[in-house]
């Protein structure tokens, strides 16, 4: 195969005669050694066997996996289709994905749109995702990180993988930062494994089958300002600690945060609302320090369960002050608000906070607001 080409083919049990090659009209880069026709990376493409020019990237496809090892490259624009149909079992997270493996490999995919297709890192490989990635359909999880890999990810799209969004396992880490996990069967992003490490910031989570945020025994996770909406638990631990600093967990059936297993969940300027259960435990070895949390809008009667620790505020007024952008009692962002022809209103006194609604308004006026508006209007 040459050498700036890659092979992608999908096989679905026996694997059949291979089919005539396959020519996109328009392509003016000739043939390759074995002959096929050639077609560049921005054409849309999901025939059963073809070959794909990347740019000089080389990929050798193993068990419906595609390995770079040993290269940096960026792969700039243009979109990937690979297609595993629903009978066609897989694995794990590596299956019809793209794995960066080794030291020293390193790939960058800017502005790329995915079609069935992973990204994954192992055995030390990088890769890295920015400009607006966009990811449909992955045939396990969008994104995987195992044995010391590295995924990062800027701003982008990951929508409806059929096991999780993102994961990492095995000592594998993860940074997402602006993501937005959409509809993932299972999870939204998963932290399975011991010495997996998890981070997230200004992300949003929404639609998740089971959990959005799962982080397994012996991995660690830190949220900041992270939006969990929908799935039965929003952010669980099942023996990992995780730290959550600001955001959003709401619309959950079960529980907005929830550890068990020995869990450790420390939470700061959280608001949780619209759950059935607001913060739960399930045995005396896991515990949820709450601090400045607010839970309220609880669908069922248990705004707080268990090994629950809330932890007054001492020093309301040194709190940093409230974000423009974001109900102050909810967290609902300004740009949601908007999609639905509603804006956010400030307090028409201290003219500090900003309220989705009226019930919203109620609530965190009698939470204390109260005291801290007439204060500020005496001045």
Known sequence: MSTALARFQIHEGVSPAPPPPQYVPGSNLGRSAKGHKRMTKSQLYSARSCVIDMDGLVMELTERVFVVAGVEKTLRGGTLVCNVPDNVEVTDWRSGAIVVSGQGAVLTLAGMRLRGVGVGAEDGGVARLSEGCESDDAPMAALGARAVGHVQMETGV??????????????????????????????????????????????????????????????????????????????????????VQGGVVSGCAKAGVHAQGG????????????????????DSASKITATRVNVHAIDGDEYYTGNVVVVPDASPTAAAPPSPDRCTHCGAWAADLAREDRKLRKCSRCQRVRYCGRECQRAHWRAGHKAECQARGER
């Not at 929508?159 to 994961?167: I, K, L, M, N």
């Not at 069967?185 to 929404?206: D, F, I, K, Q, T």
């Not at 300027?269 to 259960?277: E, L, R, Y």
């Open 158 to 243: 990951l929508r409806g993988a059929r096991v999780s969004g993102a994961e990492c396992s095995t000592a594998g880490t993860m940074s997402l930062r602006g993501v937005k996990v959409v509809d993932a069967r299972e999870c939204g992003v998963l932290c399975s494994a011991p010495g997996s490490r998890l981070s997230m910031h200004g992300c949003s989570v929404v639609g998740s089958g089971y959990a959005g945020v799962l982080v397994g025994e012996g991995a660690t996770a830190t949220l900041t300002e992270v939006d969990v909406r929908g799935g039965e638990l929003g952010i669980c631990t099942l023996g990992g600690r995780v730290d």
């Open 263 to 282: 869990g450790q969940v420390s939470a700061t300027a959280v608001s949780v609302h619209h759950c059935f259960c607001g913060l739960v435990t399930k």
